[in-house]
C-alpha cells in the first residue's frame, strides 16, 4: 500500500531521532511556534498520540521531545514526528495500522517516564489506587486472593482514552459475512502483538500468527481490553458483526489486526 510505504519510510527516518529532536529543543521558541502552525494547517489521519495525552494544544507547547516515551516502549509503538507531518515537529505519535500500543509493558510505563507530564500519570494513578480500595472492599472478599498491582494495572489500562474505534460496513469482512484465514498482514508485515491473556513479555510478530475463523471477528478477539471495548453483535440484517462499545480504549490493536486492504476499522483520536 502506497501510504504505507510512505509513512514506514518516514517513521524509518525519523525513528530513534534523539539526535535531531536535542537539536530542535535547543532551536526553541520559534521553533514551537513554527510547528504548532504546521500541525495546525495538516490533517492528523488516524496518528494517535500516546495514552495520557492532555489536550493538543498543550501537547505541542508542553512537550520538550525528549524522546522517553519513545524509548520506554517494549513494542515500539511511538515514534516521534517528523517535519511536515501535521503534529509538531519531534512529538510523539503512534500510527496503529504499523504497530499499535498492546499494552505489552503492562503498567503505562511511557506516561510513567514523561518528564513533563504532558504524558500525564495522575489519573490513572488515582482510577488505580481507586480500584485497588474497591476490590478489598468487596464483601466476602479473601485478600489473599486479591493482588493489587494486577487490579492496577487492569484499571489503567481501561482508562485509556486515545479514541475510538469505527467499523466500515462497506469492507469489514463480517459485514460481507465473510471469513478469514491465513495471516492478517502477510508474511513481511514487521507489528508485533501481544496476545490478549498472554503475559506482558509474549508480544510476537503478528506475521507468525494464523487465524481461520468462519465469520472475521479478529478485531474482537484480539483486542486487549475485551468485551467493554467491543462485542460480536447481530446486526439488524441478521450477521454477526463487531460492535465497538463505550470502553474502547482506542489503542488500534483491532486496525493493524484487521484482514482487508485498508482497515475496515479505523480509530477515531479524541
Ligand atoms: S516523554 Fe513526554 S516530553 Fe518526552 S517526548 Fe514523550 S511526550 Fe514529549
Ligand atoms: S477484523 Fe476487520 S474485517 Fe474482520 S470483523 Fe473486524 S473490522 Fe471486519
Ligand atoms: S476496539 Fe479494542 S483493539 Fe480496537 S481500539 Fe478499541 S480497545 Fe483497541
Known sequence: MDKEKKT????????GSIAATAALTIFGASTFVLDRKAAEAMPRED????????????FLYGCIKCGLCVQICPVQAISLA??????????????????????????????????????????????GANAVEKAAAQPGVDLSQVNPFEVQK??????VQMGKAHVNKNTCLAHQE??????????????????PGKNEISASPLRDRTFDREICDLCITEC??????????????????????????????????????????IVEPF
Do not use: W
Not at 178 to 195: A, I, L, Y
Open 178 to 195: 465473510e471469513g478469514f484465514r491465513g495471516t492478517p498482514r502477510g508474511s513481511d508485515f514487521k507489528g508485533v502483538h501481544r496476545s
Open 47 to 58: 496518528f494517535l498520540r500516546p495514552p495520557g495525552a492532555i489536550d493538543e494544544e498543550n
Open 154 to 159: 487492569v484499571a489503567m489500562k481501561e482508562a
Open 224 to 265: 486487549p481490553i475485551g468485551e467493554k471495548a467491543i462485542v460480536q453483535k447481530l446486526s439488524r440484517s441478521g450477521k454477526l458483526v463487531p460492535h465497538v462499545m463505550d470502553g474502547c480504549t482506542g489503542c488500534g490493536v483491532c486496525q493493524m489486526v484487521c484482514p482487508t486492504q485498508q482497515p475496515s476499522i
Open 8 to 15: 514506514i519510510k518516514r517513521r524509518e527516518f525519523f525513528k
Open 82 to 127: 517528523g517535519a511536515g507531518e501535521g503534529l509538531g515537529f519531534g512529538t510523539p505519535y503512534i500510527e496503529p495500522r504499523l504497530q499499535p500500543c498492546d499494552f505489552s509493558c503492562d503498567a503505562l510505563q511511557c506516561v510513567e517516564v514523561c518528564p513533563t507530564a504532558v504524558l500525564d500519570f495522575k489519573p490513572f494513578k488515582k482510577v
